[in-house]
């Protein structure tokens, strides 16, 4: 059912109504019957390849007698574990069903019709749809070389703006800013603006120059960084992310947050995984050799990529990303065209384990070189 033909349209808020619906991926096991396939190899949502630590999934064994329990509605657990690991008071946390939900939150306490959302073309999609879904106005600054041009950000704050919004790295660019960049920027943000640092790929960057905006939540009240379990932690099915903030932020955020929005094996898990070092370490450098890995690979076979900081990188096909799509498909590889993002011969791929990335390369090759 298309937008246009929903009956309910008209009575729908203004911000809803002017949605696009969302269209999730296929399920693999969908595809691969529809192909005749059963080994494809998915790089298409920046999952962790190596899944997730085992003492995350005992924790989830141990909790599992509880399953008919609510949850600890504050999170006491966690809450605290990630107090310490930030040196953060726990009244300054926000646990979401994933970060996803900690930015849909944060739309839904300082976004309403009349007040604006500002955010960079290419930025991550959650930022615009959160706002439309609340009525606020969008505001879209040009990207610079697909990154975030802050000065151009800068200029677009106006009175009516309340929250920015920016992803560092950015998905789906993988583009970051440095340390000096974004304090500045953030210190240039009027104090009765939100800024969102939205860090989901904090832990894959290696950068020298590369900022924990968490570091500067006691200089900047009106700061919210955001961090998730979805990525290096792979954790992404079960949801769980946080907000870190002011407290007084917090506590508008958990006003709204759901009294059990984090379960019980997301919890857990999430309790769990962040003692073990040993697997993010892991995962890091088997996302940096794949990162090598690709990278020359196509500079080897010749398409533009965007260079990354990320646990994925962002390619240039050279034509409508679509074909290129559906026959990577065929040969076993889902990766995830971003046409919606306003970037039509883009395709963005998940660094995945050694011989997925050789599986990738040799798949495009051929796809690129029919
Ligand atoms: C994946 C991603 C998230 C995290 O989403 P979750 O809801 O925590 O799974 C947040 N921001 C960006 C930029 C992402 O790419």
Known sequence: MTQDSNQFLNIATPGIANLKPYVPGKPVSDLERELGINDSIKLVSNENPLGCSEKAKAAIQAELSEMARYPDGGGFALRNALAEKHNIDSACITLGNGSNDVLDIIARVFLAPGYESLFSQYAFAVYP????????TLNMAPASNYGHDLEEMINRVGENTRVVWIANPNNPTGTWLNSDELENFVAAI??????????????????????????????????????????????????????????????????????????????????????????????????????????????????????????????????????VDKALLQEGCIARPVANYGMPNHLRVTIGLEDENRRFLSALSKVLNK
């Open 129 to 136: 749809i959160s706002s439309q879904a609340v009525g606020a």
């Open 190 to 323: 009027p104090k009765n603006v939100i800024v969102v640092v939205d860090e989901a790929y904090i832990e894959y960057v290696a950068e020298d120059e590369y900022p924990d905006a968490s570091l500067w939540l006691g200089k900047y009240p009106n700061l919210i960084v955001t961090r998730t379990f979805s990525k290096a932690y792979g954790l992404a099915s079960l949801r769980i992310g946080y907000g870190l903030s002011h407290p007084d932020v917090a506590d508008l955020l958990n006003r709204v947050r759901q009294p059990f929005n984090a379960n019980s094996m997301a919890l857990a898990a999430a309790e769990a995984a962040l003692e073990d070092h040993a697997f993010i370490q892991q995962a890091v450098r088997v996302n940096r050799e794949g990162m090598s890995q690709l990278a020359a690979g196509l500079d080897a076979m010749g398409p533009e990529y965007i260079p990354s900081v990320g646990n994925f990188i962002t390619i240039d096909v050279g034509q409508p990303v679509e074909a």
